[in-house]
Nanobody, 124 residues
Framework: VQLQASGGGLVQAGGSLRLSCAAS????????MGWFRQAPGKEREFVAV????????IYRASVKGRFTISRDNAKNTVYLQMNSLKPEDTAVYYC??????????????????WGQGTLVTVSS
């Protein structure tokens, strides 16, 4: 599967962005999907993951209540709605796919495919 992330940009603290990740190739609904991020000088960390059907989601504690992950299997797309953004959310955001994984993993090493990343910059 090939993943294409988009939607990043520069936003002021308190603002919102919506990231999209379009998938092509093998059956999208067979993949758990995740959003991860990596800030300069830091390790890649999970942000949110969603099960194949979209029923189950897991969020990083620091984004819970502000970010929402969702997917549209008919459109082969996963989204990350980010509200109340903070400067510490600044990072390159990556989407990833994990084939047939149940429940969805929060560990980047377990994901099979990765998008190219999209930069989110939150100014104070």
């Amino acid at each position: 599967v090939q993943l294409q992330a988009s939607g990043g940009g520069l936003v002021q603290a308190g603002g919102s962005l919506r990231l999209s990740c379009a998938a092509s190739g093998r059956t999208f609904s067979s993949y758990a999907m995740g959003w991860f991020r990596q800030a300069p000088g830091k390790e890649r960390e999970f942000v949110a993951v969603i099960s194949k059907t979209g029923v189950s989601t897991i969020y990083r504690a620091s984004v819970k209540g502000r970010f929402t992950i969702s997917r549209d299997n008919a459109k082969n797309t996963v989204y990350l709605q980010m509200n109340s953004l903070k400067p510490e959310d600044t990072a390159v955001y990556y989407c990833a796919a994990d084939y047939l994984k149940v429940p969805p993993s929060t560990f980047p090493a377990e994901y099979d495919y990765w998008g190219q990343g999209t930069l989110v910059t939150v100014s104070s």
